[in-house]
Structures are given as C-alpha cells and as structure tokens.
C-alpha cells in the first residue's frame, strides 16, 4: 500500500471531515451532499471562500493494519482534515496527551462501540493519523501517496 504523504490531520475547529477530489482518483467515487446542493463554502484562514464539491467515503487502513471508512466532504483544500466534532458524532473518543514523566505523546482516537483505537502522532505541533491505501495500478501519485518507509 501507499502512504498518505501528510497523513490526516485531526483538527479540533473544522467543522466536517475534508479532503481534496485528487485524492479520490481511482479510490471512490463522490457524490452530491446536502452541502454541496445547498451551495455551502467553507471559510479558510485568509478570509477565503472553497465550496464544498460533495462527500465521499475515503477507505484506508491505520498504522497498525485497521481497515477504516470516513465520510469526508470534498472541496480543494491543502491537506485531509478529520473534523474532531465528526468523529465524536461518528462514535469516537478522541485524546489528545503526552505522558508527563517522559514527554511522549500518548494520543489516540478510540471507538467507543468498537474499542478499536488508533495512535495519533504529533508533528509540527499538529496531531496526524497515518493512513495507507491500496496501490493503485498505472496512478502518478507520488506528490499524495508514498511508499511506507
């Protein structure tokens, strides 16, 4: 499988999951939402405007091999967002920590039904899932996707 070059970035003030159509090629399809038929835009940092383009279910699987599926809202943002609203509304605890002793970041999603957690790593001072999904045949990804190292 291939790396998500940025991984997720879990972003306690986005208000959905969003991720760019380029990242669908080959992987899923997206459809309208009622975001998109609405005609709902999102506000980024600099005041700008991106419209929402519809959602899509993204597949990928965590650092440790867990097949996972999240709905994400499409629009031409820089990175993939996991909205931290989205996933508590989705059935997750998210937790956000570092071991006090020894300064390691201990931060992990967990699904509440399930049990099933995945870690969290933090870069940059910003908390990344690592995701991976599945080779796609003849795509020039690599600017998106990279080999696991």
């Known amino acids: 499988g291939l790396r998500l070059s940025r991984g997720i970035t879990i972003d306690s003030?986005?208000?959905?999951n969003v991720m760019p159509r380029r990242f669908l090629r080959g992987r899923a399809q997206a459809w309208p939402s009622p975001a998109s038929r609405a005609g709902?835009?999102?506000?980024?940092?600099n005041d700008g405007r991106i419209p929402n383009e519809g959602e899509a279910d993204f597949n990928f699987q965590t650092r440790?091999?867990?097949?996972m599926t999240?709905?994400?809202?499409?629009?031409?943002v820089n990175k993939t967002l996991a909205a931290v609203s989205a996933l508590v509304d989705a059935g997750h605890r998210v937790t956000l920590d570092r071991d006090e002793r020894t300064g390691v970041d201990t931060s992990f999603i967990t699904h509440k039904n399930a049990g099933a957690s995945m870690k969290m790593r933090r870069e940059r001072n910003v908390w990344v899932i690592d995701a991976y999904v599945e080779d796609g045949e003849g795509e020039n990804l690599n600017s998106l996707f990279r080999r696991p190292e």
């Not at 003030?13 to 959905?16: E, H, M, R, T, Y």
């Not at 440790?64 to 097949?67: A, F, N, V």
């Not at 999240?70 to 031409?76: D, K, N, R, S, V």
């Open 40 to 45: 709902v835009h999102y506000v980024v940092a």
């Open 13 to 16: 003030g986005a208000a959905d």
């Open 70 to 76: 999240w709905l994400f809202q499409i629009a031409e």
């Open 64 to 67: 440790g091999g867990r097949p």
